[in-house]
C-alpha cells in the first residue's frame, strides 16, 4: 500500500485538490442542467401568474403620473388619452347632442385611437366631424363595409382619418387614424332623441360607460352534415361580436379614473319650469327667464363611470297631457305625438288577482351596491302584494334556483321565506339570463282568471342581447314583462327592447334612494288598468306611422306616434279602452308646434321597427336589413349597417413610419365590485392615486379641456377578459435552449478536466 510517505509531498498534497476541483464542475453542470429543467416546467405557469404580468419594457406600476398605457407586443407604451364634452339641446319634446371626444397623443409614434362608448339606444347619430387644428372634415354616411374600406384605406395612405361604427343600438366605436406624435384631434359626433316623459315629469339620460358584458361561450356540437358521411363539428355563438363590445377595463383599485367628462344642458321646455333635477351628479342651474334653463356639472369634471339623468317639472301642478310637433323635410311633414290617457283610479275598477314572478339578478356584475339596491327594491315589491295574489322568485347568475315548485299564495309565510331567501343572496358568477326568463315565462298552471306580470330586476350587463329577445319572442304567451334596470350603467338598449318585447316597461334604480319611488312607481302601473286596443286614424292625410301596431300604454306613461304625413291637414283620431271604459281623443294637426329633427326621430324608429320584424320573424333578415339600409342611407343615419367616415385629404404620416394601435381603456362602472366581475388576479403594486375632482391635477385637466387641449389623466394598468392563449411555447423554447446550454458547459467542463 502506497502512503503519503512514499511520494514526493507536493503531489500527495496536490490530490485533494484535485479531487475537489473535479467535484466542482460536475456540481456546476448539474446546477445548470436543474435550470434548464426548472425553466422547461415552469414554462407551463398559469397566464394570470404575477409574472405573466412582468416586461421587459415599461410597466403599469412604473408608468409616470398623468400616462395611459397600451398593451403592445413587447409591453407596454404611451397610448392617446381622451376627454369628452357632452353639449345637450332640449327643445320642447326633443334633445339635440354634441358629443366632443378629444383625442391626444403624448407619444413619439404615430397611432390609432380606438374607443367603445356608450349612447341612448333611442338616439338617431347623423352626424361626424373630425378637427385637426383650423380644419374641419365632415363625415359621410356609407354602407358599414365601404366606410371600413374607404377608413382602412385612408389609414394606410397616412391620412387623418375617423370612422364611427354601431355594434349595439346603444354601443358605438370610433376609430381615428394617424394622429402624429403629440398631435391633438377632435371628433364630434350629434345625435336626436325624443325627450322621456312619465306622469308629470320629463328626463333625458345620457350613458357614460359601457359596462362589462357577460358573454356565453359558443355551444360546440356534432351534427351530421351528410347523411351516411358521418359526424362533423359545428360552433354556434351566441356574441360573434365580443370583441367589438369588450374594451379593456381599469381596476379603480390601482388606478384613477379616466375619461374626464364635462355636461352642459340647454333646457327649452316650452313651459315654465319647476323643479329640475339631477340625480347622479351636482349641478350648477341658470334660468335666464322661466321657460329656459342653463345647466353645468358642479364640479366641473367627472370621471365617466356612470349614467347622468336629469329631470324637470312644470310649474303648474298637472303636467300638460298632450303634446303635437310638426317638421317639414322635402316634400313631407313628420308629426311626433305625446299623449298622456287619463288614470283611471283601481277602486272604480274590479282588480283581478295576479301571478308575479320576480326574477333576481345576484351574477358577478351586481356585486357592490347594485345587490344592495335589488334586492331593497324586491323586497318592497314583496310587501306591496295583495293577499289574493300568488308570486314566485327566481334568482340567477351562471347558475339558477327557483323558490317554489310554482306560484304560490302571497300569504305571511310565503312571503316570509322568500323575504329570507332574497335578503341572503350574495353576487357572484356568469350571467346566464336566458335559462332564467325562460323558467319565468314557463305558464304550466296557466290559471285564466290572473294577470301574469314578469318583474326582472338585472343590470343588463350581457352580450347575447338577441338571444334573450328571442327567448321572449318565442315563450310571452299571456305573460308581461316589466325590466327593472339596476346599477349606474345599465344596459338600457335590452331592457327597452326586453320590455317592448315583452308588452311592459322599463324602470331604472340607479342608487338606493330611488328604490322605494321608483318601485312605487312600478306597481303604480303593475296594479292599475292598462290602457289597451289603441288604434290611430288620420282624416285626410296619408300617414306612415311607427309603431304601426300601437302597444298598450300603462298609468302615467304618454302614447307616443312619429308619423311622417303626405300632407298636413285633417285631425288624428286615437282611441282605445281603459280597463273595461272606452277612451278616445281627436288632435287638429294645425294645432301642432314647430319640432326640430322630427324626420330623424321617425327614420330611427322606423328601423327599430325593422329590427323587431327581424327577431320575431315577421319579416326575413334579408327584407329587414333592405328596409334599414334604405332609412339610413336617405336621412343619414349610423346603423347595424351603415357608418360615418370622415377623411382628410392631405396624408400626413411620412411614409414608412409604423402605425401602433391603442385601443383605449374605459372605466368600471360606479359602484361595481372589480374582482366580482374579473376574479381575483396578482396585481402590480401601484402608488395610492388621488382620485378627487378638488386635486391640482383635475384642476388642471379641467383647464386643458376648456382650451380644448390635451386632458391628462392618471396611470392605468389596463386588464382584459381572460384569454385561452398564452405564451407557454415560448418559454418552452426558451427552457430547451437552457437545456442544451447546460449540456454543453458539461461537456466542455469534462473536456478540461480530461486535459489535467
Request: net charge neutral.
Amino acid at each position: 500500500m502506497t502512503t503519503c510517505d512514499d511520494i514526493e509531498a507536493d503531489k500527495c498534497n496536490e490530490r485533494p485538490s484535485l479531487v475537489r476541483l473535479v467535484l466542482f464542475f460536475v456540481m456546476q453542470g448539474v446546477a445548470v442542467i436543474l435550470v434548464g429543467f426548472a425553466a422547461l416546467f415552469l414554462s407551463f405557469e398559469p397566464v394570470w401568474s404575477a409574472e405573466r404580468l412582468q416586461s421587459a419594457f415599461l410597466k403599469p406600476g412604473d408608468a409616470r403620473a398623468g400616462s395611459l398605457l397600451l398593451k403592445i407586443d413587447e409591453g407596454y407604451a404611451d397610448a392617446a388619452r381622451l376627454g369628452i364634452d357632452v353639449d345637450l339641446t332640449v327643445s320642447g319634446p326633443t334633445v339635440r347632442a354634441r358629443i366632443t371626444q378629444i383625442f391626444r397623443n403624448p407619444s413619439k409614434d404615430w397611432v390609432e385611437a380606438i374607443y367603445v362608448y356608450p349612447l341612448p339606444a333611442g338616439g338617431a347619430v347623423d352626424s361626424l366631424k373630425m378637427v385637426i387644428g383650423d380644419r374641419v372634415v365632415v363625415g359621410d354616411i356609407k354602407e358599414r363595409q365601404q366606410a371600413k374600406a374607404i377608413y382602412e384605406q385612408a389609414k394606410q395612405n397616412g391620412q387623418k382619418a375617423a370612422l364611427t361604427e354601431q355594434e349595439r343600438p346603444n354601443i358605438f366605436t370610433n376609430s381615428v387614424a394617424n394622429i402624429g406624435p403629440g398631435e391633438t384631434v377632435l371628433v364630434q359626433i350629434e345625435y336626436q332623441e325624443p325627450v322621456q316623459q312619465s306622469g308629470g315629469a320629463f328626463s333625458l339620460r345620457v350613458p357614460m360607460v359601457v359596462a362589462p358584458r357577460y358573454n356565453p361561450a359558443p355551444v360546440v356540437q356534432s351534427v351530421d352534415f351528410k347523411p351516411g358521411n358521418g359526424w362533423g363539428v359545428t360552433k354556434s355563438d351566441p356574441v360573434p361580436d365580443r370583441d367589438g363590445i369588450s374594451p379593456e377595463v381599469l381596476d379603480p383599485a390601482t388606478n384613477a379614473p379616466v375619461n374626464p367628462t364635462r355636461i352642459t344642458v340647454r333646457l327649452q321646455a316650452g313651459f315654465p319650469l319647476g323643479e329640475i333635477k339631477s340625480h347622479h351628479h351636482a349641478i350648477k342651474t341658470e334660468k335666464p327667464d322661466a321657460n329656459t334653463g342653463i345647466l353645468r356639472l358642479a364640479e366641473g369634471l367627472v370621471p365617466a363611470d356612470r349614467d347622468f339623468e336629469l329631470t324637470w317639472k312644470p310649474v303648474a301642478e298637472t303636467s300638460p297631457s298632450v303634446g303635437l310637433f310638426r317638421e317639414r323635410v322635402g316634400d313631407s311633414d313628420y308629426l311626433l305625438a305625446f299623449v298622456t290617457p287619463p288614470s283611471v283610479e283601481q277602486a272604480q275598477q274590479i282588480p283581478m288577482p295576479r301571478e308575479v314572478i320576480f326574477v333576481i339578478d345576484n351574477s358577478g356584475s351586481m356585486g357592490g351596491v347594485s345587490i344592495i339596491q335589488a334586492k331593497a327594491s324586491l323586497i318592497y315589491a314583496l310587501g306591496r302584494l295583495q293577499p289574493n295574489d300568488r308570486f314566485n322568485v327566481i334568482r340567477f347568475d351562471h347558475t339558477m334556483d327557483v323558490l317554489f315548485p310554482s306560484a304560490v299564495p302571497a300569504d305571511s309565510e310565503h312571503i316570509g321565506r322568500a323575504t329570507s331567501f332574497v335578503g341572503a343572496l350574495q353576487a357572484n358568477g356568469g350571467t346566464e339570463m336566458v335559462p332564467a326568463m325562460r323558467a319565468a315565462l314557463s305558464d304550466k298552471a296557466g290559471h285564466a282568471n290572473y294577470v301574469r306580470q314578469v318583474v326582472f330586476l338585472t343590470d343588463g350587463a350581457v352580450g347575447n342581447e338577441q338571444q334573450f329577445f328571442e327567448t321572449i319572442n318565442a315563450l310571452r304567451g299571456r305573460s308581461r314583462i316589466f325590466m327593472v334596470g339596476i346599477g349606474s350603467a345599465p344596459n338600457t338598449y335590452l331592457m327597452t327592447r326586453a320590455a317592448e318585447l315583452g308588452r311592459g316597461t322599463f324602470t331604472h334604480i340607479g342608487s338606493v334612494e330611488q328604490v322605494e319611488e321608483r318601485m312605487r312607481g312600478l306597481f303604480a302601473k303593475l296594479e292599475n288598468p292598462v290602457v289597451t286596443n289603441l288604434v290611430a286614424k288620420f282624416s285626410d292625410a296619408s300617414a306612415d306611422m311607427t309603431p304601426a301596431a300601437i302597444p298598450d300604454v300603462y298609468r302615467d306613461e304618454p302614447l307616443v306616434l312619429a308619423t311622417k304625413l303626405d300632407k298636413l291637414g285633417g285631425s288624428v283620431e286615437i282611441k282605445g279602452r281603459i280597463g273595461d271604459r272606452p277612451w278616445m281623443v281627436t288632435l287638429p294637426l294645425a294645432d301642432a308646434a314647430e319640432g326640430k329633427g322630427l324626420s330623424k326621430l321617425w327614420a330611427r324608429r322606423k328601423i327599430a321597427d325593422a329590427e323587431v320584424a327581424r327577431t320575431t320573424r315577421q319579416a326575413t333578415p334579408e327584407d329587414a336589413d333592405k328596409a334599414i339600409l334604405a332609412l339610413a342611407l336617405e336621412h343619414q343615419l349610423v346603423t347595424r349597417l351603415t357608418s360615418l367616415v370622415a377623411v382628410d385629404k392631405t396624408p400626413s404620416r411620412p411614409q414608412g413610419e409604423p402605425l401602433k394601435v391603442s385601443e383605449l381603456p374605459i372605466n368600471l362602472p360606479a359602484g361595481w365590485d372589480f374582482e366580482k366581475v374579473f376574479g381575483e388576479r396578482s396585481r402590480v403594486p401601484a402608488t395610492p392615486m388621488e382620485r378627487r375632482a378638488d386635486t391640482e391635477e383635475a384642476r388642471v385637466q379641467i383647464a386643458a379641456l376648456k382650451r380644448a387641449q390635451p386632458v391628462a389623466t392618471a396611470a392605468p394598468s389596463t386588464v382584459t377578459l381572460p384569454r385561452t392563449a398564452t405564451d407557454a411555447e415560448l418559454k418552452m423554447i426558451a427552457g430547451v435552449i437552457l437545456l442544451t446550454f447546460s449540456l454543453i458547459v458539461l461537456v466542455f467542463n469534462r473536456r478540461q478536466m480530461s486535459l489535467r
